[in-house]
C-alpha cells in the first residue's frame, strides 16, 4: 500500500506582542511542547524550477534534529496550505553535499526561534523569525480534500478565539518573505552590493 501525500493545512499570521497570544493559548488548555531554534536552508534546480511552480524543498536543523521536506504546490488562495513530503536524514551537511552534487543551490535560509503548543490535534507555534519578526502559526493534517476544508475551518474557529482575523492570513510562506525583502533591498542598495 502506498501512503498518500499528507496536506499541511496551515495559516501564518504576522502579531505583535507574542506574550499575549500565548497566555491566550495557554488559557485553552494548550499543552507547551518546548522552545527551539530552526534552521531552514531551501533549494532549488536549473532544470526544474521548484520554486517558480509554487514548491519548496528544504533542509531543516531543528536542535540537532534533520528533517528533509518537499511542499507541493499551495491549496488554495487563503493559507500556505499545501501536500508534504518529509524525511527524517542523519546529517544536515550531507544531505546538503548530495543535493549539491545533483545539480541543486541554495536559494535562502530562514532562521527562527519557535514555541511549540499543541491543542487538541492542531499544532500551534509562536515563531520569532530573523529578518521578519514575530508570527503565529496554526496547522493540521489532512489526508483529502474533505478532511482539508473541515480542518481549515477548525483552524479558522480557533484563530477567532484568539482575537484573530482570518482576513489577516499571509498566503505567503517565510520563504516567499524573506525573498521579497532582498529583492526591496537590492533594489535601493548600490548596484555593487548584492544580498
Known amino acids: 500500500m502506498i501512503d498518500l501525500p499528507t496536506i499541511e ?45 509554487g514548491r519548496a524543498l528544504r533542509v531543516r536543523d531543528s536542535d540537532g534534529k534533520y528533517r528533509l521536506t518537499y511542499k507541493g504546490p499551495k491549496k488554495d ?15 544536515a551537511s550531507e544531505m546538503i553535499k548530495i ?13 527562527k526561534i519557535r514555541k ?13 523569525v530573523a529578518d521578519l519578526g514575530e508570527f503565529i502559526e496554526v496547522e493540521g493534517k489532512a ?11 477548525e483552524i479558522f474557529k480557533l484563530l477567532k478565539k484568539l482575537g484573530l482575523s482570518t482576513e489577516e492570513i499571509s498566503k505567503r510562506s517565510y520563504l516567499e ?5 532582498k529583492k526591496v533591498l537590492n533594489n535601493i542598495l548600490p548596484e555593487n552590493i548584492i544580498l
Do not use: A, Q
Open 77 to 91: 488562495d487563503v493559507t500556505t496550505s499545501r501536500e508534504e513530503i518529509e524525511i527524517g536524514i542523519e546529517s
Open 177 to 181: 518573505m524573506l525573498l521579497d525583502e
Open 99 to 111: 543535493l549539491g552534487e545533483l545539480g541543486f543551490y541554495e536559494i535562502c535560509e530562514v532562521k
Open 9 to 53: 493545512v496551515e495559516t501564518k499570521l504576522k502579531i505583535d506582542g507574542m506574550e499575549h497570544i500565548e497566555e491566550l493559548i495557554k488559557g485553552l488548555i494548550g499543552d507547551y511542547k518546548g522552545e527551539k531554534t530552526e534552521i531552514d536552508i531551501y533549494f532549488d534546480h536549473p532544470d526544474t524550477h521548484i520554486f517558480d511552480g
Open 116 to 128: 511549540t503548543y499543541l491543542l487538541e490535534d492542531l499544532v500551534i507555534t509562536l515563531d520569532n
Open 143 to 153: 489526508s483529502n480534500d474533505r478532511e482539508f476544508v473541515e480542518k481549515k475551518d
